[in-house]
């Protein structure tokens, strides 16, 4: 069974940080493209950043210098590091695995931005 768990969201005021994680288990977590993906209350889902089972990395425009991917094979998890988050970044924060057209969503997580 293929699992996606998301954690980290929270509140948080403008400014602020937040590290976001994704636990993946039941595939194989180094064969998989991962990307972290949001969606804010009557707009569609976005694209935040991906990183490719390589290791390479790929931002929306948006969050570049701000939000940092990354992942670690040993614990088959891949996070968000989210820095100076502004308002506009408030939404559920999903996590994808990608491989071969097939992808896996987790459940999301809520990021609030709000003073």
């Known amino acids: 069974q293929v699992q996606l768990v998301e954690s980290g969201g929270g509140l948080v005021q403008p400014g602020g940080s937040l590290r976001l994680s994704c636990a993946v288990s039941g595939i194989t977590f180094s064969m998989h493209d991962m990307g972290w993906y949001r969606q804010a209350p009557g707009k569609p889902r976005e694209l935040v950043a991906t990183i490719a089972s390589g290791g390479s990395t790929n931002y929306a425009d948006s969050n570049k210098g701000r939000f940092t991917i990354s992942r670690d094979y040993s614990k088959s998890t891949v996070y968000l590091q989210m820095n100076n988050l502004e308002p506009e970044d408030t939404a559920v924060y999903f996590c994808?695995?990608?491989?071969?057209?097939?992808?896996?969503w987790g459940q999301g997580t809520q990021v609030t931005v709000s003073s």
């Open positions: 994808q695995a990608a491989r071969n057209r097939i992808a896996y």
